[in-house]
Nanobody
Framework: VQLQAFGGGLVQAGESLRLSCTTS??????ASWHRQAPGKQRELVAS???????DYTDSVKGRFTISRDNARETLYLQMNNLKTEDTAVYYC?????????????WGQGTLVTVSS
């Protein structure tokens, strides 16, 4: 059971990116995006429940939006008005349902670089 994250890249400050995270699992339960900047610990950026309740770390509130497409088993992170301090490797994490069991799984990470 795997998660595949993609959509990272190099952008200038103020621009936008959308990250996606897909799986071949039967369904995604609770899910989240995390990031790890160079020399820093991994931090939770945004989370979403099965019922689409969302939560964000303070530094991205009003700029980032987490969402999900249950039909496509895909998780998204829309990032607007990016700042240089958003530069990090972004990871998705989710509780995946497969064969009647739940597996907490991490995606492989996708690099977001924001230049000034």
């Amino acid at each position: 059971v795997q998660l595949q994250a993609f959509g990272g890249g190099l952008v200038q400050a103020g621009e936008s990116l959308r990250l996606s995270c897909t799986t071949s699992a039967d369904s995604i339960n609770a899910a989240s995006w995390h990031r790890q900047a160079p020399g820093k610990q991994r931090e939770l950026v945004a989370s979403i429940t099965t019922g689409c309740t969302t939560d964000y770390t303070d530094s991205v509130k009003g700029r980032f939006t987490i969402s999900r497409d249950n039909a496509r088993e895909t998780l998204y992170l829309q990032m607007n008005n990016l700042k240089t301090e958003d530069t990090a490797v972004y990871y998705c994490n989710a509780d995946l349902r497969m064969f009647g069991k739940t597996y907490n799984t991490w995606g492989q990470g996708t690099l977001v670089t924001v230049s000034s």
